[in-house]
């Protein structure tokens, strides 16, 4: 492919159409954000005005991925726990991931699955915000959501190029695309208006020594987490291969084997809660299919 047909491609994902603008309650909330007079509650109340997107919201609240002891079982709750940063990006990945739960259930247990370990190791490290490294694992493949929605045509070619070539999704994207799905992530991202310490992680999960100083360790967990879901087998996001892990990366973690196998532990625990989250979401679109099929 030519270079000029490689700067279309990547102006057409630059500009992506088909796949949800930010959700107008984001606008709302943002404004309602800004006013300091605004109670959680107010915040909660405007959210559960969208019966659909508040269920979804305290789902994912309660899944394992994040690990609270207690069940949040009102959005006031969940924004004073999370805080408003985790929450609009909760609502702009319920979005999207509706689209990945209809096309894709394996990207979408890989990126439940990389919340998880996200949140494991966060906590184990100390983080402050163990909450938003989880919602940074969560989106960090929504550029390959990007890519598939936008350019069907070349992701059946990346798809062809990885099953024949045997090689890592990524080497293929840049082959055929001349950017990745971590990039186009970010530029999602940016264009949601997401804090930087949910782009940087997004944009950097294959090379977390590039994030800024601030970010670095919260890309570092986020890279973690995707090369070791990924060993474990559990989702795929359309990559079977379990990337490298960058040796800064690893030095910054400072993981111990005993502290690993804790980790491990931890995970596998949790995993089990994903999946039976997963089974939910197929029994949901069963279901959905079914009354469709009913319905014509």
């Known amino acids: 492919m030519v270079a000029d047909d490689k700067e279309k491609l990547r ?12 959700p107008g309650i984001v606008a709302k909330l943002s404004k309602m954000a800004e006013n300091p007079d605004t109670t959680t509650a107010q ?66 247990q890989h990126s439940l699955g990389c919340a998880v370990v996200c949140n494991v190791v966060a906590r184990k490290l ?29 992701y059946a070619e990346i798809n062809v190029i990885v099953a024949e070539r045997q090689i890592a999704r990524r080497v293929a994207e840049l082959e055929v695309l001349d950017v990745d799905h971590a990039e186009v992530g970010a530029w999602l991202a940016k264009k949601w208006n997401l804090p930087v310490k949910l782009v940087e992680p997004v944009a950097y999960h294959h090379e977390p020594d590039r994030a800024s100083r601030p970010v670095k360790l919260a890309a570092a967990i986020v890279h973690f987490g995707d090369a070791m879901i990924r060993g474990l087998g559990y989702g795929h996001g359309a990559d079977i291969w379990v990337p490298t892990l960058n040796p800064q990366a690893w030095e910054l973690l400072k993981l111990t084997p005993p502290i690993l ?36």
């Open 43 to 108: 915040m909660g109340q405007l959210i559960g005005k969208d019966y659909v997107l508040a269920a979804k919201l305290l789902k994912l609240v309660n899944s394992a991925f994040y690990g609270f002891p207690q069940r949040i079982s009102s959005l006031s709750s969940a924004i004073i726990l999370l805080g408003f940063n985790v929450i609009k990006s909760l609502i702009i990945s319920a979005s999207i991931f509706e689209i990945m739960e209809d096309q894709d259930i394996e990207l979408w």
């Open 126 to 154: 100390g983080v402050n915000d163990p909450e938003e490294v989880s919602t940074a694992g969560l989106i960090h493949d929504i550029g390959k959501v990007a890519i598939k929605m936008e350019l069907p045509q070349q």
């Open 261 to 296: 196998d804790e980790i491990l532990e931890e995970v596998e625990e949790k995993l089990w809660d994903v999946r039976d989250f997963s089974l939910d979401i197929k029994a949901e679109l069963a279901a959905a299919a079914s009354a469709d099929r009913g319905a014509s």
């Open 11 to 22: 102006k057409s994902l630059r500009e992506i159409k088909n796949l949800p603008t930010l």
